[in-house]
T-cell receptor
């Protein structure tokens, strides 16, 4: 199981770009990197997933260097509603039945 | 956009009582999951279910817990004799693993309060 390290908390302001970096030194060859977002009293919500290089969708971008030992979730022009916990997950190579392993995540607080 | 739904949103029960938490996964998904999150703590995996049987379960998922897919749409989690420490948010999730890995879609959760 890959050991995940991500900041416990981050602060930013509306309109700024926020980058959250996750370290996963012992990522396995077949593992994917997936980010989830969770608001208080709600279920986690899938944001983005990638294997290598860069992935972009309507919500975020995910940057993965060639060695895949870290990844960076980039949220462009954040708003107050982006205040949430963001989880970096590594895995998925084991097949469809695998339960997800969540860490403590990064508490992102966006201020006006 | 299809969503996972869960009922009830909040369940209050007495210690020792049985509770059934209900979930309707996204209709074309093949894998189903239950997670729990005790207040202020991490989301914890309980069990996964595929092809009408349990695929994987965690240490938390002991004999007090059971899951069932009683018909083509519902997926339930039963706790036979609730304990105070079962108080938590319970999230159902579903996935179509034919498309990608680790992309699970979570429901809004059921808050279980055991008194």
């Amino acid at each position: 199981l890959a050991k995940i390290t991500q900041p416990i908390s981050m602060d930013s302001y509306e309109g700024q770009e926020v980058n959250i970096t996750c370290s996963h030194n012992n990522i396995a060859t077949n593992d994917y990197i997936t980010w989830y977002q969770q608001f208080p009293s709600q279920g986690p919500r899938f944001i983005i997933q990638g294997y290598k290089t860069k992935v972009t969708n309507e919500v975020a971008s995910l940057f993965i260097p060639a060695d895949r030992k870290s990844s960076t979730l980039s949220l462009p022009r954040v708003s107050l509603s982006d205040t949430a916990v963001y989880y970096c997950l590594v895995g998925g190579s084991g097949g469809g039945a695998d339960g997800l392993t969540f860490g403590k995540g990064t508490h992102l607080i966006i201020q006006p | 956009e299809p969503e996972v739904t869960q009922t009830p949103s909040h369940q209050v029960t007495q210690m020792g009582q049985e509770v059934i938490l209900r979930c309707v996964p996204i209709s074309n998904h093949l894998y189903f999951y239950w997670y729990r999150q005790i207040l202020g703590q991490k989301v914890e995996f309980l069990v996964s279910f595929y092809n009408n049987e349990i695929s994987e379960k965690s240490e938390i998922f002991d004999d007090q817990f059971s899951v069932e897919r009683p018909d083509g749409s519902n997926f339930t989690l039963k706790i036979r004799s609730t304990k105070l420490e079962d108080s938590a948010m319970y999230f159902c999730a579903s996935s179509d693993k034919l498309v990608s890995t680790d992309t699970q879609y979570f429901g809004p959760g059921t808050r279980l309060t055991v008194l």
